[in-house]
């Protein structure tokens, strides 16, 4: 397989990867080519090697800066921003987390902590507040796990996946 064929592939892999993310495949698209990219690009380099437009790059590429997966490079001189990708995996990892846990669990975990707070003694209720809770002590042991992982060093992930797997 040829660089420009394995480059392409890769692209469009992450691009399907990104999907199970939570984020659009463009977007993964553009972070895939930023990733595997030697050098920082313009906006107008990322609309050709993917084929879209700028308001699509432009729009992705600031929600990526939000994610903390892109960084923005200035040139002496130049007018065009540069981009550039996240190369550190972990990292990369922390972010998508940080981003998913904001968006999906922290979410559900006060709607379950106001569920909590419903007030009846019917059977339906019970098994409500029972099966409610029960997600919520889960959730809640998850969310420690994941604030462990977005606050922790690369070693720390690592020596723990190796413990798990002993």
């Known amino acids: 397989m040829e660089a ?4 392409s592939k890769f692209i469009e892999s992450w691009g399907k990867l990104g999907t199970d993310w939570g984020i659009n495949r463009t977007m993964a698209q553009i972070h895939a080519l930023l990733l595997v990219s030697h050098k920082p690009l313009c906006a107008n380099e990322i609309m050709e090697e993917l084929k879209i437009s700028r308001g699509n790059v432009n ?10 997966l892109v960084h923005k490079e200035l040139r002496c001189g130049d007018r065009k921003d540069y981009f550039y990708g996240e190369k550190d995996i ?9 981003h998913r846990k904001k968006k999906e669990l922290d979410p559900m975990m006060r709607i379950l902590e106001d569920i909590a707070k419903v007030e009846g003694n019917g059977e339906e209720a019970k098994e409500l507040m029972k099966v409610s809770n029960e997600i ?3 959730s809640k042991k998850t969310d420690k796990i994941l604030e462990n992982l977005i606050r922790s060093e690369k070693n720390w992930l690592t020596g723990t996946l190796f413990n798990m797997i002993r």
Do not use: C, I, P, S
Not at 59 to 68: C, H, K, P, S
């Open 59 to 68: 729009q992705n590429v600031r929600m990526l800066m939000d994610w903390g």
């Open 90 to 98: 972990f990292t990369v990892l922390r972010q998508v987390v940080k």
């Open 4 to 7: 420009a064929e394995a480059k």
């Open 136 to 138: 919520l002590h889960f």
